[in-house]
């Protein structure tokens, strides 16, 4: 089957999307065939976008029906059975993909074999790029608005043009541009291999070239890395001096308070109580002491003697030689 079904219901569909040096249905009417180079960049463009609409639909309806889930360029010729039974040898720098449709109508229009390639839409980078803008910013009418300035045209005409949508179609412009069927490979795929080695291993590909594409990243990051641990040597070493010196100081200070002698700690502990306690007696002797002026405290002892506070009246007016009503005393 060229359809792939997922166990979720959702469907993969495997094609050509431009082939090198092949006419299309414009051909007649001017449009060159396209060149491996041409195909390349227009493969690469397509990555900013993704859309994966229906008969040319999305800058009319917005409406789109799945997602690429792979995208590839052919690097040797390549003979795939086709859809309909029939075998096509494309040639090197064809631009396959693999796209995930998940739409429902879109799903049983395909089992229905309403839809047989792909056809890629081709606008200018202004309007595509606009076009995503609007579409992320969640701006739906003015995206809406844009589709007067979306229609196709021939590509030679279209000022720096980039693919923003690959569409499911019924009669692609590229005749060649067909669905293809997955080859049986006759064994039974192990289970932990994804849809995407599946789908590579049944084109007779691999990962080889993501795998070399990965080491090229991950040398460019080496080299990255480098340049920037260059450029921010000085920097580095200088915060790593201070991060040691606070550190040092903190240790120096925390095992100076923890080896400082435990009598020495007690101490001063004793001595600043024998302070306080010293303190205490000669206030006490202080509030203790006679007035000097009069030689008594009024309300406490009289020149040291304990007596009642009826007692002291009495010697009070002893003192004055009066008696207690007032009046003077008589010798």
């Known amino acids: 089957m060229h359809i792939q079904k997922l166990e979720d219901g959702s469907i993969l569909l495997t094609g050509p999307v431009m082939v090198p040096n092949a006419r299309d249905c414009d051909y007649d009417r001017g449009e060159p065939p396209l060149t491996k180079e041409q195909i390349r960049e227009f493969a690469e463009s397509f990555e900013n976008y993704n859309f994966v609409d229906s008969e040319h639909e999305i800058t009319k309806t917005l409406r789109t029906r799945g997602e690429k889930y792979q995208s590839f ?6 003979e795939l059975e086709l859809f309909d039974g029939s075998t096509q040898v494309y040639p090197a720098g064809t631009w396959m993909m693999t796209s995930h449709v998940t739409d429902q109508e879109a799903i049983a229009n395909a089992e229905k074999g309403m839809y047989t390639g792909y056809s890629p839409a ?7 790029d606009l076009f995503l803008e609007l579409i992320n ?7 809406e608005s844009l589709k007067s300035r979306s229609q196709g045209g021939l590509i030679k005409d279209i000022p720096d043009p980039v693919v923003l949508a690959v569409t499911l179609t019924k009669k692609p412009c590229l005749h060649d541009s067909k669905y293809c069927k997955l080859k049986d490979t006759g064994e039974k795929m192990s289970e932990d291999k994804n849809t995407k080695t599946k789908i590579l291993e049944a084109l007779g590909m691999s990962d080889a ?12 990051l080496d080299e990255k890395f480098e340049e920037f641990k260059k450029d921010n040597e000085e920097a580095l070493k200088s915060m790593k001096e201070e991060i040691v010196s606070d550190f040092k ?6 095992a100076d308070k923890s080896s400082k002698p435990e009598d020495e700690e007690q101490g001063e502990s004793e001595s600043e109580e024998e302070e306080e306690q010293s303190q205490e007696e000669e206030n006490s002797e202080d ?4 007035n000097p002026d009069n030689g008594s405290k009024q309300g406490s002892n009289h020149n040291g003697s304990d007596k009642s506070q009826e007692d002291e009246i009495e010697d009070t007016y002893e003192f004055l030689g009066r008696h207690p009503d007032g009046t003077v005393k008589r010798v």
């Open 209 to 220: 070239a993501d795998i070399e594409a990965l080491k090229s990243e991950v040398s460019s």
């Open 249 to 254: 100081d903190a240790l120096k200070e925390f």
């Open 137 to 143: 910013a969640h701006k739906l009418q003015e995206a």
């Open 122 to 128: 081709v606008r200018s980078r202004g309007t595509a």
């Open 287 to 290: 509030e203790e002491k006679p």
């Open 73 to 78: 360029i052919l690097k040797e010729d390549r």
